[in-house]
């Protein structure tokens, strides 16, 4: 007979009629207020995403645009300009008409130790591959343009490389990300694209704005069909909990000043 996975219930199925409950993470919880107590520990027990590529080291952009022809005369005209413009140094050496996007696309993933992309079709992400919903793919910064692949994925990414925002994607769909750098352009082209006709997606995205709502939407999904899988990640300041069941799944993230109002 099974016995409710809450150690301070210990409640047994009955082994008649419907045992009701819910199968989370292959155990068995008896009730809602069971469930509830599973998602609040997993919420406020997530642990930081880590991890990601390596750096390729800390030689500064300048050093690499040197190697696509940019001199350090000019280099240092455009930091000069900065303090006027107070546009990142890449943008400024385009401006000023030393360097191209490329260059400096370029320039920034050998930085990052990934690579780059200098176009991608928007049309590629309307479908929404990887499943998630346009708000996830904003709140992590990257946007998965390839299905996936023997459990791999593209995915575009604007500078600076998002390193925990990879581990967070990895950790959430169990997918490994392989990330190439796009201009910023390119990236707010995907973000608006991303999801645009998949009417029948199954993504859900709640930003709660409390612990007890957080708490709340993961144990409504988690209920739903009977069995769910629970994966939570924490990528400060968010804390992300990601529902799996048959039906689809839910991403519910609370932004840390929520949480510490109610702990």
């Known amino acids: 007979m099974r016995q409710c996975a809450r150690n301070e219930c210990g409640r047994q199925a009955p082994w008649y009629g419907r045992q009701g409950g819910v199968s989370v993470d292959g155990r068995w919880y008896c009730s809602v207020a069971c469930v509830e107590l599973l ?3 997993r919420l406020l027990d997530a ?3 880590n991890g990601g590529l390596p750096s390729a ?5 300048g050093v690499w645009l040197r190697q696509f022809g940019v001199t ?3 280099v240092n005209e455009a930091l000069a300009e900065q303090r006027e413009t107070r546009l990142r140094l890449g943008a400024q050496l385009i401006a000023l008409g030393y360097a ?3 260059m400096v696309l370029a320039a920034l993933a050998r930085q990052s130790g990934t690579d ?3 176009h991608v079709d928007p049309a590629t992400v309307r479908m929404a591959p990887a499943d998630l919903s346009p708000h996830a793919v904003r709140a992590l910064c990257l946007v998965p343009f390839t299905r996936p692949d023997r459990g791999h994925v593209h995915v575009a990414c604007a500078a600076p490389l998002p390193r925990v925002a990879l581990a967070a994607f ?6 490994v990300p392989e990330p190439f750098l796009v201009t910023d352009d390119t990236f707010e082209a995907l973000v608006t694209a991303y999801g645009a006709d998949a009417e029948d997606s199954t993504a859900e995205f709640v930003e709660a704005h409390s612990l007890g709502e957080a708490v709340q939407q993961i144990t409504a999904a988690a209920m739903h069909d009977g069995a769910a899988r629970l994966t939570e990640t924490r990528m400060a300041p968010l804390t992300w909990v990601r529902v799996h069941n048959d039906t689809g799944t839910r991403d519910v993230v609370l932004h840390e000043s929520h949480a510490q109002r109610e702990v």
């Open 100 to 102: 191209t996007n490329e």
């Open 39 to 41: 998602a609040r520990h």
């Open 57 to 61: 080291g800390h030689l500064r952009l």
């Open 116 to 118: 780059f992309i200098a």
């Open 170 to 175: 990895a950790r959430l769909t169990g997918l």
């Open 72 to 74: 350090t005369a000019q």
């Open 47 to 49: 642990r930081q995403a």
